[in-house]
T-cell receptor, first 115, second 113 residues
């Protein structure tokens, strides 16, 4: 069974600093996808970034990058130059690339950006 | 293009009452999902559907039923609500493309007294 572990319940970072949110995963599948979502206090789920298990380069989307280390089964999210609006819950998720393509979520990390 | 919509946004039930949550998507997606999110936790899959007329159980299906009579709609039913079903419910849909994200609705906050 697939499992996602996020070991940081909360993080506090100064504005403009870079921040790394940790995510490790466990799966016996060879083909899978890794996603990060942001959930602000308003509650909606916002897609941030995707990494495929066969992608050789780390994914990047603006200020977001995914540090993918396949051998270590880790998929850390890096946010560069953090902003006050980055304060939110962040969820790492893994998707099976077969059948119903179900997502499995981690428990999340609450990120607080201090001015 | 509204994406994924959920009705209602908020609901308060008494123990034993029933209700149906409606999810609608206008992206012609084959796959649809219902999740619940409890405080301080990630989303957990309740039921899902891979196409019109098909449904299957997810990780936490007990106490819920679903139906997908039309491709664009996915209904989640609670036949006899319990306080343990107090949660935020999210619907999502996705295409067959494995690199594509699931698209989430805004959520329904349900309280069972």
């Amino acid at each position: 069974a697939q499992k996602i572990t996020q070991t940081q319940p909360g993080m506090f970072v100064q504005e403009k600093e870079a921040v790394t949110l940790d995510c490790t995963y466990d799966t016996s599948d060879q083909s899978y996808g890794l996603f990060w979502y942001k959930q602000p206090s308003s509650g909606e789920m916002i897609f941030l970034i995707y990494q495929g298990s066969y992608d050789e380069q780390n994914a990047t989307e603006g200020r977001y990058s995914l540090n993918f280390q396949k051998a270590r089964k880790s998929a850390n999210l890096v946010i560069s130059a953090s902003q006050l609006g980055d304060s939110a819950m962040y969820f790492c998720a893994m998707r099976e690339n077969w059948g119903a393509q179900k997502l499995v979520f981690g428990q999340g990390t609450r990120l607080t950006i201090n001015p | 293009n509204a994406g994924v919509t959920q009705t209602p946004k908020f609901r308060v039930l008494k123990t034993g009452q029933s209700m149906t949550l409606l999810c609608a998507q206008d992206m012609n997606h084959e796959y649809m999902y219902w999740y619940r999110q409890d405080p301080g936790m990630g989303l957990r899959l309740i039921h899902y559907s891979v196409g019109e007329g098909t449904t299957a159980k997810g990780e936490v299906p007990d106490g819920y039923n679903v139906s997908r009579l039309k491709k664009q709609n996915f209904l989640l039913g609670l036949e006899s609500a319990a306080p343990s079903q107090t949660s935020v419910y999210f619907c999502a849909s996705s295409s067959w493309t494995v690199t594509d994200t699931q698209y989430f609705g805004p959520g329904t906050r349900l309280t069972v007294l």
